[in-house]
Each structure stands twice: as structure tokens, then as C-alpha cells.
């Protein structure tokens, strides 16, 4: 069997939607700049998380990899970016004619060539292709892939509701929401600041004041996380942790920008909150960086980004061997609950749900895996992704 093409596909969609789907932007490394911390919203590109027409309706769009063979069996990734979808479209002379089950060379291929792009944009297409493969060999044995690769070690994983989109300056809507997914069963949550160091003291207090209404309204305990979006420095990460101690979080996520390791070591030696990070770093080297540094207490590698699922088993693997907990980022849920029934329950208690970015990601597939009383189940049918709902596709344009 070889691989006979790599069609990129752009498909454009109309999701329902219970009012404003994008309530609230999170803080942004960018916002020290005060045009930029001014912004509001989402930036409203189609294809960056969508153009919301009306109360009711979301126009997005996406882009998706099939892998074609000269068998006949094909293999699916998505949904990405454009900018993804460019450097795929440059990695397909490399892929063309290859035995699309040589996952492990066809990985060492395409890092050797990217000499000059081994994270961002880059890495994102090398998980997708990785991605898709893995779907074309799991199709090819009638298999879900967590069966072939050794799974699973338990039936569901608890799954906590990432609240990113969601309004946070307001304490009543955060009351609202908060209760709302803690009685669908999400065990835990993870909420994003809105102020960062360039905010003042104002700022502050309203990041403190979040907290503070999540833990006197979920209880003491009911894990609740953090996620600073890199936007933090070593002495505002320190002020607010002081102040938000005593509500015990069970983590701040991503206090810094991820190539500041020394700062983040820092954080890690002075805050009592555990520190989670990494997401926006990629492959094992990346990974390896900050476990030899012993710079986090969580790593939350993107199967989507970091290198695709052979590279994320790989740095499962790194972490295990540093007995430090490992909870992929929730870039795509399909991919995440093949990763997370492969480990160790104690290696990775929990898989991200991001609420808001999950309902446009699973929307264009048939049945996707979703949240079932606050747990997420492997998928039985055979590959790593559902197939594609064409009934809800009502633009597609090959590239």
C-alpha cells in the first residue's frame, strides 16, 4: 500500500448557537501593550473561531487532511488552521509514494526536513499528517486505535470543563456557569484570567475576586484550575498566588511564556499552587527541557500541535519515567481520549473538555465522543476520528 495523494480540504459550516457563542477573551501576552489589552472579543475571522451571524447562528470554518492510498483506504485528520494547511500542502512531494504504516519513519522524515521549523506552525502540520496516518492504519484493521496500541486501562476518563470564552469579570454569570457544569457532571473546571501584569491593582482584585466566587461557590472540594495564557511575570504570578492560596486551586496553568524555563523553575520553588505548562511547547526535546529542570508539576502536551500521537506517547512516556503527571491540552477530543485510556490513570487523571472550542471542533464529525456524565469514552469504531458529517458542510474547496 502507498500513499497516493493528500487532500486538504477548507469546509465552511453554520453551528447553532444559545446567544453569543464568545463571551469573553482571556489575558494575552501581547496585552502589556495597552492597544492591545483594550481589545474585546474574539477577532472574528471565519476560519479563527467564527463569525457569529445572529444570536442564534456561528459561521466557521476549517480545514481538514484526508490521506488517499492506492488501496483505497484513506485516513482523516482535523479540524486546522490555514497557516497549518499550507505547510501540509509543502510536506506532500515528501509523503507521496510511502507506505503510509511506517508512522515511525515517515515521522523522522518530516522533522529531519523541517530544518528550519520544528515548532509552531510547522510541528501543527507534522501532527496532523501523524494524526491521519494513525486514522488510515486503524481503518486498514477494522480497529479503534487505542486497541492497537494497547488500551485501554480503564473505560472513561474524568473529563474537567475548560471555561475559556466564558465571561469572568461578571461574578453572577460566573456563579451561573460554574454551577451549571458542575450538575452535568464535570468533576472539576479550569477558568482563564482576564488581567494581567499591566492591569494594576484593579486587575488583580478581579483575578482574585474569580477565584474567590469559583471556591464559595463549588464547594472545598471541587478542583478548580487556573490558566494564565503565558501572559504572567515572575513577581505578578508571585502577588497573585499569595492572594489566591487559600482557595486552593488544584493548579495555575501556563503562568509564563514556555521558553522562560528559569522562570518558571522560580514560580515552581516559591508558589505552593501546583504548576502545570507546556502546551505551547513541542516534541520530546521541548518536553525534556523543562523536566530536566524539574520546572513543572503538570504537562500538558497538544497531540494536535507538539508532534502528533506518536510524538505525545513518546513524552507520556518522558513523563512516566519522571513520575510527574501528564493531561494532554484539548485542542481535539478524539485524539485526547485515545492518549488519555493508553496511560495510567495515576499518570493522567484527567482530559481536558474545552467547552466552547470543542463544540466547533466536534461539529463537523457523525457521533463524535463527547462528555457523558462529566467522563469521555474511547471511541470503539474503527481509526482515530469519526467521519465527516457532509450534510453539514455547505462550502468545500480543495486545495
Not at 13 to 38: K, Q
Not at 99 to 120: K, N
Not at 212 to 218: A, K, P, S
Not at 295 to 311: H, I, K, M, N, R
Amino acid at each position: 500500500m502507498r500513499i497516493e495523494a493528500l487532500r486538504l480540504r477548507r469546509l465552511v459550516s453554520t453551528m447553532p448557537t444559545d446567544g453569543p457563542f464568545w463571551e469573553e477573551r482571556l489575558c494575552r501576552p501581547v496585552d502589556i501593550y495597552p492597544e492591545f489589552r483594550a481589545q474585546g472579543g474574539f477577532e472574528g475571522r471565519i476560519d479563527e473561531g467564527g463569525i457569529q451571524l445572529d444570536a442564534r447562528r456561528l459561521r466557521i470554518a476549517a480545514y481538514f487532511l484526508e490521506v488517499l492510498t492506492d488501496e483505497g483506504v484513506r485516513g482523516l485528520a482535523g479540524p486546522f488552521r490555514e497557516p497549518c494547511a499550507r505547510h501540509v500542502a509543502a510536506l506532500r512531494p515528501l509523503l507521496l509514494g510511502r507506505d503510509p504504516l511506517a508512522t515511525e519513519q515517515l515521522w523522522d522524515l518530516m522533522h529531519r526536513t523541517l530544518v528550519h521549523g520544528r515548532q509552531g506552525e510547522a510541528m501543527f502540520a507534522v501532527s496532523v499528517i501523524d494524526c491521519a496516518l494513525w486514522d488510515l492504519k486503524g481503518r486498514w484493521l477494522g480497529q479503534p486505535v487505542w486497541r492497537l496500541l494497547g488500551g485501554p486501562t480503564r473505560e472513561a476518563t474524568p473529563a474537567y470543563a475548560s471555561m475559556l470564552g466564558y465571561a469572568v469579570l461578571d461574578p453572577g454569570r460566573v456563579r451561573e456557569r460554574a454551577l451549571a457544569y458542575r450538575e452535568r457532571g464535570f468533576r472539576a473546571q479550569k477558568w482563564f484570567f482576564r488581567d494581567g501584569p499591566t492591569s494594576g491593582p484593579e486587575g488583580l482584585a478581579r483575578n482574585v475576586a474569580l477565584v474567590r466566587t469559583l471556591r464559595e461557590t463549588l464547594g472545598d472540594g471541587y478542583p478548580i484550575m487556573l490558566d494564565c495564557w503565558q501572559s504572567f511575570d515572575f513577581p505578578y504570578l508571585l502577588a497573585l498566588a499569595e492572594r489566591i492560596a487559600e482557595y486552593r486551586p488544584a493548579w495555575i496553568e501556563e503562568p509564563a511564556m514556555p521558553d522562560r524555563i528559569a522562570t518558571y523553575r522560580r514560580i515552581r520553588e516559591k508558589v505552593r499552587i501546583p504548576i502545570a505548562g507546556a502546551e505551547h511547547d513541542y516534541t520530546r526535546w521541548g518536553m525534556l527541557r523543562f523536566l530536566e529542570k524539574e520546572a513543572l508539576d503538570v504537562y500538558q502536551p497538544d497531540p494536535f500541535w507538539c508532534g502528533g500521537l506518536s510524538e505525545t506517547l513518546k513524552i507520556c512516556a518522558l513523563t512516566s519515567a519522571h513520575d510527574v503527571i501528564c493531561i494532554p491540552h484539548g485542542h481535539s477530543t478524539p485524539v485526547n481520549s485515545v492518549v488519555s485510556v493508553l496511560q495510567s490513570p495515576i499518570l493522567t487523571p484527567w482530559q481536558e473538555y474545552l467547552v466552547k472550542w470543542n463544540e466547533i471542533h466536534l461539529h463537523w464529525f457523525l457521533d463524535p465522543p463527547r462528555p457523558a456524565d462529566g467522563t469521555i469514552a474511547p471511541d470503539p469504531r474503527p481509526g482515530l476520528f469519526p467521519d465527516l458529517d457532509e450534510s453539514r458542510i455547505e462550502e468545500s474547496e480543495e486545495l
